[in-house]
């Protein structure tokens, strides 16, 4: 990933481009191996850099060689080299970047290209070729990535677009989270959707498409698996995100597999160079051998984990890492270091949404000492609970109808919570979190999943299988993954089913008491009780979120940032606590015991 800033319509963009570098300089920790600039004839496009493919080609903004097209992208295009061949001969690529095929694929199929990208990605194109030039931007199926629209009454008929809301506050006075699926059109000024996929239209209120297809354990496994393989795309060293839970374990073991693959056929092509280089078996010389043992150790997947002290998270973590073999990274923190971070990480994440809040901190410090080993790149488990329904709250669906709406509504909504989480917490110091559970291809096949086999009971009323697998939350996954491949299972039976935690919680129920407890104690009852005089829009329900919400306005003052931002909260109307924490869910039992 990396920080792309764009303006169109300017009447004077070379003199105006001292002034929009200095805004996308804040930009800057996502993309700290490079930047680039290009300033058109009504248009500035600038662009930090992360490189992690084509690393030695790929500065952007990417330009064709006519000229005429210019583009700046955030994301990895997974399936570029599908892509490059597709397009023919005609057009000569001149770099290694995964992006650079947008700029092909848009002479050919205009903004239909959209439709054909496989990855996560914001981009902007600007077309030079047609008077008015044109630009086009868009944004990835679910929001992965992020990027920001702004407008601004001192620039009339400009538009504006960023990677995050710091590089826009102080020049637009009406901002939007860009819409994910959409692409944006100057040419007639349309936002229109270019992702549709056939369960969209399941939460629908007047005709909803409930599916009612039964669970195939097979290809759902085989399509996570296929997700996660191709986000091992990387020229630059990667690691997993491991918390010990489900989704971040089954991740990770499947990028163990993977990567387990891959070393062997790099050992096994060094064999076969070995022997032709000579008419018979070779005597090996020392560097032969110190080569081979690295060849057969690397690529050796790394994990990382975080937690305070004795935490269910890091207890579990250390457990699953010893078992599928990774190098793993373990990382304390203290409460006081996680509140000391808070200022940063709201800066960074730009919301006030206390769920976001909590579970972005120890992420955020965890990439720090990621991206100080020198890894930019990790595998992350973000989208199996809004997918399969695995928050705790959904034991209190009415019927599976609901049940499936509520997963729609979630997916849709992934880009304001842990979307926005996995992505500007990690890209705070330049570390990418790619997320296989959003792959389109995984979400086709589980969101068509009739919900009744999604569904889950709670206590005492909590069913088992055949098999005395209990039906708990994320049932169909972890029966997906319950099996042994090459005689081997996928993860130790205590860990692929143990019971979900909230990442704020999984990390160290004292993480959360500590924030409460220090908003208590900065937040006096007379402000608490005013706090409607303050704040007219998402008014704070708890002194904690008062606190976060004080700090926030500290860093962003301006109405049109508050407006950017979306509360996480567990659906009221099932009779469920306001916190989202999982503790306030009544059927949550603790994953592990210490002792």
């Known amino acids: 990933m990396c920080g792309i800033l764009a303006v169109h319509g300017l009447e004077k963009p070379s003199a105006d481009r001292a002034h929009f570098l200095s805004l996308s300089k804040r930009l800057r920790h996502r993309g700290p191996d490079w930047s680039g600039c290009y300033v058109g004839k009504e248009s500035i496009l600038a662009h930090e850099r992360l490189a992690i493919v084509g690393v030695d080609s790929g500065a952007q903004p990417l330009v064709s060689e006519d000229g005429k097209v210019i583009l700046t992208v955030n994301g990895e295009i997974y399936n570029h080299v599908a892509l490059r061949s597709s397009v023919g001969s005609d057009f000569k690529f001149r770099s290694h970047s995964d992006c650079e095929v947008i700029i092909p694929l848009y002479k050919k199929y205009d903004k239909e290209l959209c439709g054909m990208l496989d990855g996560m990605f914001s981009f902007v194109l600007l077309d ?242 990621i991206k100080a080993m020198g890894v930019k790149m990790v595998l992350s488990g973000e989208g199996s609970d809004e997918i399969l329904g695995g928050y705790l709250y959904f034991h209190a669906a009415p019927d599976s109808a609901s049940f499936h709406q509520e997963c729609i509504r979630r997916v849709k909504n992934l880009h304001t919570a842990d979307c926005l989480r996995a992505n500007k917490s990690t890209m705070a110091w330049g570390l990418e979190a790619r997320v296989p559970f959003l792959d389109k291809a995984f979400l086709e096949v589980a969101m068509n999943v009739d919900a009744k086999e999604k569904m889950f009971s709670k206590g005492a009323e909590q069913k088992v299988d055949d098999d005395g697998c209990p039906k708990m939350e994320k049932y169909i996954l972890r029966k997906a993954f319950d099996c042994s491949p090459n005689g081997k299972p996928y993860l130790p039976k205590s860990i692929l089913w143990r019971q979900k935690e909230q990442f704020s919680d999984g990390v160290g129920y004292s993480w959360i008491d500590g924030i409460k407890d220090h908003a208590a104690a900065l937040v006096s009852d007379d402000a608490f009780n005013k706090r409607g005089e303050r704040w007219s829009l998402d008014t704070p329900d708890t002194k904690e979120a008062y606190f976060i919400r004080e700090i926030f306005d500290g860093l962003f003052p301006l109405e049109a940032a508050a407006k950017t931002a979306v509360r996480w909260i567990p659906r009221g109307d099932w009779g469920c606590a306001a916190d989202p924490s999982g503790r306030s869910v009544s059927i949550h039992n603790a994953a592990y015991e210490t002792s």
């Not at 008015?132 to 679910?142: G, K, L, N, Q, V």
């Not at 959409?182 to 209120?205: I, L, M």
């Not at 290809?219 to 997700?227: D, N, S």
Request: proline residues 7%.
């Open 128 to 369: 030079e070729s047609v008077t008015p030039s044109r630009i086009i931007a868009a944004r990835d199926p679910i929001g992965i990535t992020t990027l920001y629209q702004g407008w601004s009454s001192k620039r009339p008929g400009a538009v504006y677009f960023a990677s995050e809301l710091k590089a826009l506050i102080t020049e637009c006075d009406k901002i939007i989270s860009f819409p994910p699926g959409h692409v944006y059109d100057s040419r007639d000024q349309s936002t229109t959707r270019h992702f549709r996929p056939s369960w969209w239209d399941g939460d629908a209120p007047n005709n909803p498409t409930i599916p009612t297809t039964s669970v195939d354990y097979t290809l759902l496994r085989e399509t996570l698996e296929a997700a996660v393989r191709k986000r091992l795309m990387s020229e630059v060293p990667y690691g997993v995100l491991l918390s010990g839970g489900l989704d971040s374990s089954l991740i990770a073991a499947i990028a163990a597999r993977e990567t387990e693959k891959v070393a062997q056929a790099q050992y096994e092509a060094r064999q076969r160079k070995l022997a032709e280089a000579s008419s018979g078996p070779p005597t090996p010389k020392w560097d032969d051998l110190a080569e081979q043992a690295a060849l057969a150790s690397w690529p050796q997947l790394h994990s990382f984990s975080i937690g305070l002290e004795n935490s269910p998270d890091l207890l579990a973590a250390r457990k699953a890492a010893h078992y599928l073999g990774t190098v793993h990274h373990e990382y304390v923190f203290t409460v006081q270091e996680g509140l000391d971070a808070i200022p940063d990480v709201i800066y960074h994440l730009e919301t006030y949404d206390v769920t976001t809040v909590r579970a972005s901190t120890p992420m955020y410090l965890l990439s720090r000492k």
